[in-house]
């Protein structure tokens, strides 16, 4: 017959946040690369800084283009080895909506970060550099951006409450 043990009886520890942030940083990088620098082609990394209307530029935004991904790709890498780490670690499994949540959340956090950083701070692009006035461009970006971290953080909160009613006194709000 086994014996239970103190560490049998001590609660799971909770999923992490990180690998939810993190797959949201690097996924939101990859949408904004895709779909505003490649399907719509409304800019690319340093377009306000080197146009794209000669062959030379064109070429520089893409060579930037391939080095903000490569960025977004290490992020959604160190989030895979962050679920893997949680998970080796014992901790429990997220709910849907705790870990979307937090996907959103950090979808909305690159927005707004790359937002004021790269469109306000350095002004390196716009969300719309093929246009003579841009701002209204990069501040629905920006609110977009709020939008994303408010409500992915909500439906985080909400996967929390879930988790504590199913597992009472093992997931810390």
């Known amino acids: 017959m086994e014996h239970s043990t103190d560490s049998d009886l001590a609660p799971a520890r909770p999923p992490s946040k990180v690998s939810g942030l ?11 690369g895709i779909v ?10 340093i377009s306000h800084e080197e146009p794209t209307d000669t062959v030379a530029g064109l070429e520089l935004n893409t060579l930037a283009d391939g080095f903000f991904h490569v960025a977004a790709w290490f992020l959604v890498l160190a989030a895979s080895i962050a679920a893997i780490i949680a998970w080796r670690q014992g901790r429990l499994a997220p709910s849907w909506s705790f870990h ?3 996907v959103l959340a950090g979808w909305g956090i690159f927005n707004v970060v790359e937002g004021l950083v790269d469109h306000q701070i350095l002004g390196v692009h716009h969300v719309r550099d093929d246009l003579g006035a841009p701002l209204s461009w990069d501040l629905g970006f920006l609110a977009f951006g709020v939008l994303l971290t408010v409500g992915g953080w909500l439906l985080h909160r909400h996967g929390v409450r879930a988790m504590e009613v199913s597992s009472p006194g093992r997931v810390p709000s």
Do not use: S
Request: negative net charge.
């Open 100 to 102: 979307f949540g937090l």
């Open 22 to 32: 993190l797959y949201g940083l690097g996924l939101g990088g990859f949408v904004d």
């Open 36 to 45: 505003l620098h490649q399907i719509l082609q409304w800019h690319h990394m």
